[in-house]
């Protein structure tokens, strides 16, 4: 099991994204990454650790969200998707 480069969360096979080609891409999720494109290209980081923020306590009910802000913070913008050396990568595509 590994996680998705894009939102965080962790990933099992059935999970995965797919490439343009329909291939299984296991470093996106199915949720951000479809067909070879991001579900949501314009999404900006801050967007993604507000979002999977709430999520995580939806989940964790006991969680204070300064906990919750500081462990999305740490985390997704180290992610790939959010690298500014992958996202040079990614426009020349
Ligand atoms: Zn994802």
């Known amino acids: ?8 969360q ?14 299984l891409n296991p470093d ?13 290209p314009d999404i900006t980081l801050q967007e993604m650790i507000v979002r ?11 969680l204070a969200e300064t906990q919750a802000t500081g462990i999305t913070a740490m985390f997704i913008p180290g992610l790939k998707r959010w690298n500014p050396e992958f996202q040079d990568d990614y426009k020349t595509l």
Do not use: A, H, L, V
Request: proline content about 4%.
């Open 1 to 8: 099991m590994g996680f998705c480069n894009s939102c965080g």
């Open 10 to 23: 962790p990933i099992i096979k059935e999970d995965y994204g797919t490439n343009k080609d329909g291939s």
């Open 28 to 40: 996106y999720c199915k949720d951000c990454f479809q067909d070879g494109e991001f579900t949501e």
């Open 52 to 62: 999977k923020t709430k999520e995580m306590m939806e989940k964790n009910p006991d």
